[in-house]
């Protein structure tokens, strides 16, 4: 049976033919709380179905919950645990039991001077800024943060070693950090429809960040920071 072709590789080419509008939106495979409290493991897309989509920006849990998935501008760095060291992998080659994807083709970036206590800090932030553009915030949309974090606390899921079935079992079988990253990139979805599904409850984002040497890859769980950092959102016509 032929593959189903993903809905964003049909709106590559719709974009292809009229690149001066850019239509954001943001697919999503399974149900982060059915997932989480449920235990559906399951593979719900082939990361392989995507690698020829352009301007491809996307986030997620390896198939199991056995890594985190980050994929910037069509580059794959995803990141898993093997015998306790962090591996970066860099391949299409992989399914995804939690995947969240959009297409931006241009970004709009600029400078933020403002203090970021606690996630609901960046939260209020983003929010304000994609009204200010005239992104709809009704309906979800990417960001991205680029700069010198103060601090990022991550960590990197791995369900296969959990002492019992749940959430906070994945995360502390997996593992964590915190640190002060320079240039760092850090990829994030915005949406307050998809409490549950792809954001965690009490939050309207889902993020995760690669180091500048591309040596740490995880899901942000927390992110502080007191300096100027660059704010990238889709740039709307």
């Not at 590789?9 to 982060?32: F, R």
């Not at 954001?199 to 300096?227: P, R």
Request: proline share 2%; aromatic share 8%.
């Amino acid at each position: 049976m032929k593959k189903l072709i993903p809905a964003l590789l049909v709106l590559s080419i719709l974009t292809a033919c009229d690149s001066t509008i850019q239509t954001i939106s943001v697919e999503h495979h399974g149900v982060l709380r059915e997932i989480m409290r449920e235990q559906k493991l399951d593979v719900n897309a082939d990361l392989l179905d995507y690698e020829r989509i352009s301007n491809l920006y996307a986030l997620g849990a390896l198939e199991g919950l056995s890594g985190e998935i980050l994929i910037l501008d069509g580059k794959p760095l995803h990141s898993y645990s093997n015998e306790g060291a962090l591996v970066i992998d860099r391949s299409f080659d992989w399914k995804a039991t939690l995947l969240v994807t959009s297409q931006v083709i241009a970004w709009e970036s600029f400078k933020i001077d403002a203090v970021i206590n606690e996630n609901s800090d960046l939260q209020a932030l983003v929010f304000k800024e994609a009204q200010r553009l005239g992104i709809n915030t009704d309906e979800a949309f990417p960001f991205m943060l680029k700069g010198s974090i103060d601090s990022i606390e991550w960590h990197v899921i791995n369900a296969k070693e959990a002492i019992a079935q749940n959430h906070d079992a994945y995360k502390a079988a997996g593992l964590k950090g915190t640190g002060q990253y320079k240039d760092a990139s850090v990829l994030g979805f915005y949406s307050n429809q998809h409490e549950g599904i792809f954001t965690h409850h009490g939050s309207y984002l889902h993020m995760h960040f690669i180091n500048e040497e591309e040596s740490v890859m995880g899901h942000v769980d927390a992110l502080k920071n007191d300096g100027l950092l660059s704010l990238w959102l889709p740039k709307m016509k």
